[in-house]
């Protein structure tokens, strides 16, 4: 088996400046292996939501990177993206796959193999355990532990993200653990040399986590 992990961006809580931001997305895609690129804008109208789909999705597509939003299957299964992500508090995976039909559908699982396992039953295509360190992105309910992704990978086939505060400093030992993907929002667009020298870092962590697997 071929051992691997990947990049999975998240855009930050806001986009003021899509124009702007677009241009950043564009660099940090050029900075190295990028799976996924999740769109999260909470509690944005449909409007704003759409924009950013419009604006940002040719950018990732164009690039092989699939194109994830959050929250919302009811606007995702009309708009051009590759899948969506609910969390615990959103819409029902069985619900969501309805409307999604043959893309993507990921699901939170915050730090309990018990609902990963519901998911991974029922269809999700990946889960999503976190956070695994302090995150100033979202308000993290829960605190999860390496370990839950190396015994997922042990007992599982469906693919397992690791999600919540995930910097270049702290990204190899979740790969070693069995992360199939790491989510990473500040830790990229916060980097103090700009997003694709964090891109390069955090490929080049992985790597070192894989040789460590």
């Not at 309910?141 to 599982?156: K, N, S």
């Not at 870092?201 to 986590?209: D, K, R, T, Y």
């Amino acid at each position: 088996m071929t051992l691997s992990c990947r990049l999975y961006l998240i855009t930050p809580p806001a986009l003021d400046d899509l124009a702007g931001f677009g241009r950043q997305l564009a660099k940090a895609l050029d900075g190295g292996d990028v799976a996924a690129l999740q769109i999260r804008l909470k509690d944005a109208p449909d409007d704003m939501v759409k924009a950013a789909v419009d604006a940002l999705a040719p950018i990732a597509q164009a690039r092989d990177v699939a194109v994830i939003l959050n929250d919302r299957p009811d606007l995702a299964a009309r708009l051009p993206v590759d899948g969506v992500h609910v969390g615990q508090s959103d819409m029902a995976y069985r619900d969501a796959r309805k409307l999604m039909g043959e893309r993507m559908v990921g699901v939170t699982c915050h730090d309990s193999r018990h609902l990963a396992m519901e998911a991974a039953e029922a269809g999700a295509d990946y889960v999503a355990f976190g956070a695994f360190f302090p995150t100033t992105t979202k308000d993290a309910p829960t605190t999860a532990e390496p370990e839950i992704l190396t015994i997922w990978q042990e007992t599982m086939e469906v693919p397992c993200v690791a999600i919540g505060g995930i910097t270049a400093a702290n990204a190899a030992p979740l790969a070693t653990a069995g992360a199939d993907f790491l989510a990473v929002s500040a830790g990229v667009w916060a980097h103090p040399q700009g997003p694709d020298a964090a891109v390069a870092a955090l490929n080049a962590a992985i790597a070192e986590g894989l040789a460590g697997r």
